[in-house]
C-alpha cells in the first residue's frame, strides 16, 4: 500500500476519533471505546491480527460463532480510503459500502486472511456478487442466504437450518465441538451485551450535554470491533454507572434543540459526516434505527438446561430474526416495528433519511415509512450522499433548512401552549 494512501487512511480515522475525543473528554469511561475502534483500523495493528472467522456485515448472530469457538471478526465497510484498494474489482457505481468492505479484504498491509472462514451473509446483490469474487480468488466462504419472504410458510424453518449448518461449518474450521453448554453460555453472553446497550441508549437519549451524537453511535458501533464481548459488556456498564452519576449532576443541554431520527443506509465508523453534521447545525439525534442496531431489542431467552444443543441453536436463530433489520427482507416488518416503538417512546420532531448511493433498497422502505411519520405529523428528509466529503457544504445548506424548519414547527407549538 502506498505511503501516501496509508497516511491518508490514518488521517481519515484519526479526524473522527479526535472529534469524539474533544467532545466527550469529560467522561472517563468514554477510552475504552475510542480505543476498540482504533486498534480495529490502527494499519499496524490490522498486521498482526489472523481472524479465524470473518463476518461481512452484522446480519448473522454472533453468538453462534462465539459457540463454535471464535470470536465475529466483523467488516462492515465505513471507509472512504478502503473503498480505493477495490476499484479495480468493482464496478464505478458499486455501494460505497460493498466497496469499502472488499477494499479492506484487498489491503497488502492488513490482516493475514490465510487461515480465515468468511461468513457472508446475502442481504444484497452486491453481497452476492462479493462472495463470489471471494471465492474466486479461493478464500474459504460459507454463505448464509436470508429467507426473503417472512410471510413463507417455511421461511423460519429455512433460516433455522442456515443458522445450525453456519454453527456446523465454523465448528469444522476451528475444530470445536459445539455443545449445548457452550451455546447456551454463548447466548448468555450476547445477552448481557444486549441488556447494557439497552441501558446506554437509555441513560443517553436526548442527553448531549452528557453523551454526544458521534459518542453514542461510536459506543454502539464498538460493538463490532472488539475481540472480547464479556470485557466489552463490563466496559459498557462501567460508563452506565458514570452516566447515570452525571445525570444528577448536569443540566439537560438537550432541549433548546430539535430531537430527530436518524435511519437509512447505516452510518459505521470512520465516515460519520451525518451525524457531525447534524449535530454542527444544531440537531440532536434521539436515536438511530438501522440493521446495526437492531440487537438491543434483542430479548434474552431461559436456555434451560435439559435443551438439546440445536434447540438452543434455533432459539438464537428465531430470535435473530424476529428483529433483523436487514434490507434482504421484502417487508422489513422489524425496522418499522422499532421506528413505531420509538415514536411512542421518544419526542421525535423530525427525521433524516439516509440513503448511500447504490443502496436503493432502503428507498423501497422509505414510502412505507413515510406514511407512519405522516401520520404523527413528523417531517423527513432524505438525504442521499456517498463515502466522499466533498459535499458535506451542499449537504449541509439544505440541512439547515431542514432544521430551520423544525425549530419553527417547535415554536409554534410552544406559542399554541400558551
Not at 471505546?33 to 454472533?62: H, I, M, N, S, Y
Not at 476499484?87 to 489491503?107: A, I, K, N, W
Not at 440487537?295 to 438439546?308: C, F
Request: proline share 5%.
Amino acid at each position: 500500500m502506498p505511503e501516501r494512501m496509508t497516511m491518508s487512511y490514518e488521517s481519515e480515522i484519526r479526524d473522527t476519533l479526535d472529534r469524539i475525543g474533544r467532545e466527550n473528554g469529560h467522561i472517563r469511561s468514554f477510552s475504552y471505546f475510542t480505543a476498540c475502534a482504533w486498534q480495529w483500523f490502527d494499519p499496524e495493528q490490522r498486521k498482526t491480527v489472523k481472524p479465524a472467522v470473518a463476518v461481512l456485515g452484522p446480519g448473522v448472530p454472533g453468538e453462534l460463532i462465539l459457540a463454535a469457538g471464535a470470536a465475529p471478526y466483523y467488516i462492515l465497510g465505513g471507509s472512504l480510503k478502503s473503498g480505493a484498494w477495490s476499484e479495480d474489482l468493482v464496478p464505478r457505481d458499486t455501494d460505497p459500502v460493498s466497496r469499502s468492505v472488499l477494499g479492506f479484504l484487498q489491503d497488502p498491509e492488513g490482516p493475514d486472511y490465510s487461515g480465515t472462514l468468511f461468513i457472508v451473509p446475502v442481504t444484497s446483490d452486491s453481497m452476492r456478487k462479493t462472495a463470489y469474487l471471494l471465492r474466486e480468488q479461493g478464500r474459504n466462504v460459507h454463505i448464509v442466504d436470508v429467507p426473503p419472504q417472512r410471510s413463507d410458510f417455511f421461511a423460519r424453518e429455512k433460516w433455522q437450518a442456515q443458522m445450525i449448518a453456519m454453527t456446523e461449518a465454523v465448528s469444522r474450521h476451528t475444530r470445536t465441538r459445539v455443545t449445548a453448554a457452550r451455546v447456551r453460555s454463548a447466548i448468555e453472553t450476547a445477552d448481557c451485551a444486549a441488556k447494557a446497550l439497552r441501558e446506554f441508549l437509555s441513560a443517553s437519549c436526548g442527553r448531549e450535554d452528557l453523551i454526544t451524537g458521534g459518542a453514542r453511535l461510536l459506543v454502539q458501533n464498538s460493538y463490532y470491533y472488539t475481540g472480547d464481548l464479556s470485557r466489552w459488556t463490563a466496559e459498557l456498564r462501567r460508563l452506565n454507572e458514570e452516566l447515570r452519576s452525571r445525570r444528577k449532576r448536569f443540566v439537560p443541554g438537550g432541549g433548546s434543540r430539535p430531537g430527530i431520527l436518524l435511519m437509512g443506509s447505516p452510518v459505521y465508523f470512520p465516515n460519520y459526516k451525518i451525524p457531525f453534521l447534524i449535530q454542527d447545525i444544531g440537531l440532536n439525534v434521539l436515536r438511530n434505527i438501522d440493521v446495526t442496531t437492531l440487537k438491543d431489542q434483542i430479548r434474552p431467552v431461559l436456555p434451560g438446561k435439559r435443551r438439546s444443543r440445536d434447540t438452543l441453536i434455533r432459539m438464537a436463530a428465531d430470535r435473530w430474526y424476529d428483529q433483523d433489520g436487514s434490507p434482504a427482507y421484502a417487508a422489513n416488518d422489524a425496522l418499522y416495528r422499532s421506528v413505531v416503538r420509538c415514536l411512542k417512546q421518544d419526542r421525535i420532531e423530525g427525521v433524516v433519511y439516509h440513503v448511500l448511493k447504490g443502496q436503493i433498497e432502503y428507498d423501497f422502505e422509505l414510502e412505507r415509512l413515510e406514511a407512519l411519520f405522516d401520520r404523527y405529523g413528523i417531517p423527513v428528509f432524505r438525504l442521499e450522499t456517498d463515502y466522499q466529503y466533498q459535499d458535506v457544504e451542499q449537504l449541509r445548506i439544505r440541512m439547515e433548512a431542514f432544521s430551520e424548519m423544525l425549530h419553527q414547527n417547535r415554536y409554534r407549538e410552544e406559542r399554541m401552549a400558551q
